[in-house]
């Protein structure tokens, strides 16, 4: 995760078109040795790039990555804020999930961490009224969109960082601050991350293990959320993330009905992939209304193709 040094780092290159180490010291108020082993850091993330000058003096500058991309709009739009005295790794983290209301509770929950810890992410937030509150649920406020879209780009280079170490080919497909999920090209990578702790097939890939395999065109996804066990919610979750197609809705029924998974169950977890309007549309399709109409955005499969399937699979 960016640290505040780091972020101090950025916010001087944003606003320069390069430092050295002695301007990035004096500016942020760090040591030339945190500098240096920060500047690191952001080298191999791929947020800085450097030059060597005279007597191999280090030149640093920003990259045109996303994230770098993401801070410089949020500094041109909301330039009147300190966000590297705002933003820590905690704070980053916990704002991931306020681009719609959520209690604390969830958040503690979905991340892992205490209310308190929530709260205390937050406080920085709350002292400039940069929070709106519904009841007890938080949401950033509706101006600080491009702070939103600065922390979902951390995030997803973060995520995207590391698992390009073991997979190169490797692209995230959805995210949140502990979780991940991943498209990989290679057959090399997919054999990397099929023994790599932490990681698990998941989408139609993972259906075999429930008695439903189907033929994958390219390879795999896989799931880290090293924290929580990969569920039948989860995996139809990702199959609808990954493509909502008729093929797609057809086996996520298919897996629905088999396990039983409960409409309650599986609008909740949908509802942190943002798709719950999805999942009640297939539970209709389940209980066999296929004439209503349409609004969300997916192709469906016709009643006597879904039927075929069922037979075809044994699934009662």
């Given at each position: 995760m960016l640290s505040k040094t780091g972020l101090k780092i950025l916010d001087v290159l944003c606003s320069k078109r390069e430092a050295t180490a002695k301007n990035l010291a004096a500016e942020t108020g760090h040591s030339r040795k945190q500098i240096y082993r920060v500047v690191d850091d952001l080298l191999e993330a791929g947020l800085v790039d450097e030059t060597r000058r005279y007597r191999n003096q280090r030149v640093v500058r920003a990259t045109d990555d996303p994230v770098v991309e993401a801070y410089r709009h949020l500094t041109s739009k909301l330039g009147h804020v300190d966000w590297p005295g705002l933003l820590s790794p905690a704070t980053i983290r916990v704002c991931w999930y306020l681009d719609e209301p959520h209690r604390v509770t969830a958040i503690a929950d979905r991340l892992g961490i205490t209310r308190q810890a929530v709260h205390k992410a937050l406080s920085p937030l709350k002292n400039r009224?940069?929070?709106?509150?519904?009841?007890?649920?938080?949401?950033l406020a509706d101006d600080l969109q491009p702070l939103l879209v600065f922390v979902q780009e951390v995030v997803t280079h973060e995520h995207r960082t590391e698992v390009r170490k073991l997979?190169?080919?490797?692209?995230?497909?959805?995210?949140?601050?502990k979780r991940a999920l991943v498209h990989v090209q290679e057959p090399g990578d997919t054999d990397a991350l099929q023994?790599?702790?932490?990681?698990?097939?998941?989408?139609?890939?993972?259906?075999?293990?429930?008695g439903l395999q189907f033929f994958l065109a390219g390879e795999p996804a896989f799931w880290y959320a090293p924290d929580n066990p990969l569920t039948p919610a989860d995996i139809v979750c990702h199959t609808l993330v990954l493509e909502a197609d008729s093929r797609n809705v057809s086996y996520a029924m298919l897996l629905i009905e088999q396990e039983r998974i409960g409409e309650d169950k599986l609008t909740?977890?949908?509802?942190?992939?943002?798709?719950?309007?999805?999942?009640?549309?297939?539970?209709?399709?389940?209980?066999?209304?296929?004439?209503?109409?349409d609004d969300v955005g997916i192709s469906v499969p016709s009643d006597r193709e879904y039927a075929a399937l069922k037979e075809q699979y044994g699934v009662a």
């Open positions: 009224a940069m929070l709106a509150l519904s009841g007890p649920d938080y949401a997979a190169p080919s490797a692209t995230v497909e959805w995210c949140d601050p023994h790599a702790p932490d990681w698990e097939m998941t989408g139609l890939a993972k259906f075999q293990a429930y909740e977890a949908a509802s942190w992939y943002r798709i719950e309007s999805l999942i009640k549309r297939i539970y209709q399709l389940i209980e066999g209304d296929y004439a209503a109409t």
